[in-house]
């Protein structure tokens, strides 16, 4: 197997983001576009992230001007370092907030394994088997 280094990882996730990966309710409006392929990715990126290096998921709440706009996810290493690769998606000015680090459910997730199952497999395509958990 190939080494990879994290460019290649964020190389392999841009080119595999698409809207039938993205939250489904960001696809609709302006929210999703192949200007902003990160839009609507957080949580199933990190999850990938979290299928490559372990560590922690973590979580915070996404505001703008003010007002929730629900949940930002990314990855904090075994090494402590905070790891997120879909950040590029805030573009309006919005802020995340209260982070907090979460158990990864066991199992298939209980919403979004289709779109997990899809992106994983784009990525594989890029970079080759990937470690972790999809069963």
Not at 27 to 36: D, E, F
Not at 61 to 66: A, K
């Amino acid at each position: 197997m190939t080494p990879w280094n994290l460019l290649d990882i964020h190389t392999a996730l841009r080119a595999s983001w698409a809207a039938d990966t993205c939250t489904p309710s960001d696809v609709t409006g302006i929210a999703w576009q192949p200007g902003n392929p990160a839009w609507g990715h957080c949580d199933i990126t990190a999850l990938i992230v979290n299928d490559i290096f372990g560590g922690d998921l973590v979580v915070g709440e996404v505001h703008c001007t003010g007002e929730p706009q629900g949940f930002h996810w990314w990855n904090r290493l075994p090494s402590g370092v905070e790891l997120d690769l879909t950040r590029e998606q805030f573009q309006d000015g919005q802020t995340v907030t209260a982070a907090r680090a979460v158990e990864r459910p066991p199992g298939p997730l209980p919403r979004r394994w289709e779109e997990y199952l899809l992106l994983r497999e784009r990525v594989s395509q890029h970079l080759g088997r990937l470690p972790g958990p999809a069963v």
